[in-house]
């Protein structure tokens, strides 16, 4: 009956995709050998043959025959008369080949063997996961639903491995059930308390450069570079691409005819509004593209401080800060200089003031806030509504009434 379950236990590993054939045999026969060294002291004269296919194993003990009261050691040696009950044809001198049964071993050493045998292989399993997902860093996986939880969830590759996708890595809007097919890219890969632990991310921006070389065969091809990705998960993203061939368009071939390509992009992605603009080394061109809806009228820089001044008609504001002031944020990230947007004024404005002369009557921070949505004229802020600044700003309403009541004071 041992002798079944034992064979069962290396039996059951034999298929494992992760683990080589010759591999796998030596891992056998080293628990196999450790435990003849246990018992009798050397394992040097024993042959274990093993077939993994079958599921099946010999063990044959070598020992010298010498005369019957000359016997030394029992391991390594066989008494005259003893080797005669085997083959009466040995003689003194004669090596003596015999199979050693497991029954031989009693109950307790079988299941040490067996203990260590699993243990050994399931290690070895877990050992060549890890590696195999340490060179696979910043690559797309895709994995089916296996356990959500709160705070994580559980993802089976397509070989049972287990991968986590963490909350913190899943786009706000994402929503998945047992069974749902899953895409990520794989961030982190550590052995933790001796199990490897995967994790995947669909907010890294990397997830979403992976999603483009899939879909623009350019960018696989590399005539086109991505050369900085910047993004609010779920919400919105700008790619800078650059072509080394001029024959091809880097922004049309990254769209796509009628947005077929980018359009797979953003399902993946729960609908992220992604904005793709040529990338240039020129600064001023650079940081107008990337403000992109909006147009600019002029730019002053501060290369020194990375600094930009951004001067639009007052209609094109709100599109250059966006909802939430998303739109300026990815700007200054992809373009790595902290913008500022300003109206332009027209002659009928002449008469607006700006926030600046209302130092003594408003707290510098309360003027940073309103600025940080484009509002840097008195003007400008009164052509809002309560509601408009409540929702862009993080001020309170009692404290925006109190403001537009100084503001409109000063026109009165």
């Keep these: 009956m041992e002798n079944i379950n034992l064979i069962e236990t290396f039996s059951e590993f034999k298929d494992l995709k992760n683990i080589d054939r010759t591999t796998m045999m ?8 450790n435990m003849l060294i246990k018992m009798y002291g050397t394992a040097d004269n024993f042959d274990i043959i093993i077939n993994i296919d079958k599921g099946d194993f010999e063990i044959w003990r070598n020992r010298e025959v010498v005369e019957d009261k000359e016997v030394e050691d029992p391991n390594l040696q ?3 008369s003893e080797a005669k009950k085997i083959d009466s044809d ?10 050693v049964k497991l029954a031989d071993f009693g109950r307790r050493s079988i299941l040490a063997l067996r203990q260590n045998l699993t243990a050994r292989i399931l290690d070895l399993e877990k050992n060549n996961v890890y590696l195999k997902y340490r060179d696979r860093i910043g690559d797309i996986v895709t994995g089916e639903v296996y356990q959500v939880w709160k705070r994580e969830i559980l993802v089976l590759d397509e070989e049972g491995n287990e991968l986590i996708l963490p909350k913190t ?13 899953i895409r990520a890219v794989v961030i982190k890969v550590e052995m933790r308390n001796n199990n490897p632990l995967i994790v995947l991310s669909r907010t890294s921006p990397v997830f979403l450069e992976r999603l483009f070389e899939l879909e623009v065969p350019e960018i696989f091809d590399g005539l086109i ?9 779920g919400e919105r993203a700008k790619v800078a691409v650059e072509s080394y061939d001029e024959r091809v368009d880097p922004v049309g071939a990254c769209v796509g005819m009628k947005g077929s390509r980018i359009h797979g992009i953003v399902r993946e992605l729960k609908n992220e509004n992604i904005d793709v603009i040529n990338y240039t080394t020129n600064l001023q061109l650079y940081i107008t593209r990337a403000l ?9 820089l501060d290369q020194e401080h990375k600094r930009a001044e951004v001067y639009l008609k ?20 992809l373009t790595g200089y902290e913008i500022d947007v300003f109206r332009e004024t027209d002659t009928a404005d002449e008469e607006d003031v700006s926030l600046e002369e209302f130092a003594d009557e408003i707290e510098g921070w309360i003027i ?8 840097d004229t008195a003007k400008s802020v009164l052509d809002l509504s309560v509601e408009d600044l409540v929702k862009r700003t993080d001020l309170e309403e009692e404290t925006i009434k109190e403001i537009i009541k100084i503001l409109q004071s000063e026109f009165e």
Excluded at 322 to 333: C, H, M
């Design 90 to 99: 040995y003689e003194i001198g004669e090596d003596v080949t015999d199979e």
């Design 368 to 375: 940073d806030e309103l600025r940080a949505i484009g509002c």
């Design 225 to 233: 570079t991505i050369k900085k990705i910047v993004r609010v998960p």
């Design 314 to 333: 007052p209609t094109e504001v709100s599109l250059a800060i966006g909802k939430g002031g998303l739109n300026i944020k990815l700007a200054s990230q």
């Design 26 to 33: 030596n891992v056998i026969e080293d628990v196999f050998r």
């Design 78 to 80: 066989i008494s005259l």
């Design 169 to 181: 890595e899943q786009i706000p809007s994402d929503y998945f059930r047992k069974g749902d097919t």
């Design 292 to 300: 992109s809806p909006a147009k600019i009228s002029s730019i002053k």
